[in-house]
């Protein structure tokens, strides 16, 4: 079974700083892909990034970059410059080519 | 953009009730889903189709059914509406191409009274 553990309830940073979002996963199956939502208070989940399991670069997308390490099973993503905007649930997920299953999530904090 | 649109922002009703959530998805994606969402659990599938008329259990199935007569549409039916279905509920679809992300609904927050 795949499982996904994120172990930060809540972060805190300051606006322009970087922070990163921990996730650990665990599944035997040699082929998965890794995604991070955004969840706004609004409620919406907002995709933001995603690595294959087979990829050899760490992917980014503008201010967000996912730092893969296969080995140690995690996939921590990466926001750099933060700004008040960024505050909101992130979800951790993992998946084969139909299901997901997410993380219980990080809420992140951009203060001033 | 893909657009998923479910069908209510906020529904109440009474225990007992059979309650319908609608979505419907309009980039023909095949693969549909339906989640809900509680504090500190994350989203836990409850049910994924992957063509018309096909559905798969998710991981927590009881006390829902799904419908999908249409590619585009797929409802998640509360045959018996109880105060522990309480939630928000997130549509989401994606197309069948490895690496695609699911894209989600704005969600249903349904309180049952």
């Known amino acids: 079974a795949q499982k996904i553990t994120q172990t930060q309830p809540g972060m805190f940073v300051q606006e322009k700083e970087a922070v990163t979002l921990d996730c650990t996963y665990d599944t035997s199956d040699p082929s998965y892909g890794l995604f991070w939502y955004k969840q706004p208070s609004s409620g919406e989940m907002i995709f933001l990034i995603y690595?294959?399991?087979?990829?050899?670069q760490n992917a980014t997308e503008g201010r967000y970059s996912l730092n893969f390490q296969k080995a140690r099973k995690s996939a921590n993503l990466v926001i750099s410059a933060s700004q008040l905007g960024d505050s909101a649930m992130y979800f951790c997920?993992?998946?084969?080519?139909?299901?997901?299953?997410f993380g219980t999530g990080t809420r992140l904090l951009v203060s001033p | 953009d893909v657009k998923v649109t479910q069908s209510s922002r906020y529904l109440v009703k009474r225990t007992g009730e059979k309650v319908f959530l609608e979505c419907v998805q309009d980039?023909?994606?095949?693969?549909m889903f339906w989640y809900r969402q509680d504090p500190g659990l994350g989203l836990r599938l409850i049910y994924f189709?992957?063509?018309?008329?096909?559905?798969e259990k998710g991981d927590i199935p009881e006390g829902y059914s799904v419908s999908r007569e249409k590619k585009e549409r797929f409802s998640l039916i509360l045959e018996s509406a109880s105060t522990n279905q309480t939630s928000m509920y997130l549509c989401?679809?994606?197309?069948?191409?490895?690496?695609?992300?699911?894209?989600f609904g704005d969600g249903t927050r349904l309180s049952i009274l």
């Open positions: 997920a993992m998946g084969d080519f139909q299901k997901l299953v």
């Open positions: 189709s992957y063509d018309v008329k096909m559905k």
């Open positions: 690595q294959g399991s087979y990829d050899q």
């Open positions: 980039m023909d994606h095949e693969n």
């Open positions: 989401a679809s994606r197309g069948d191409r490895m690496g695609q992300p699911q894209h």
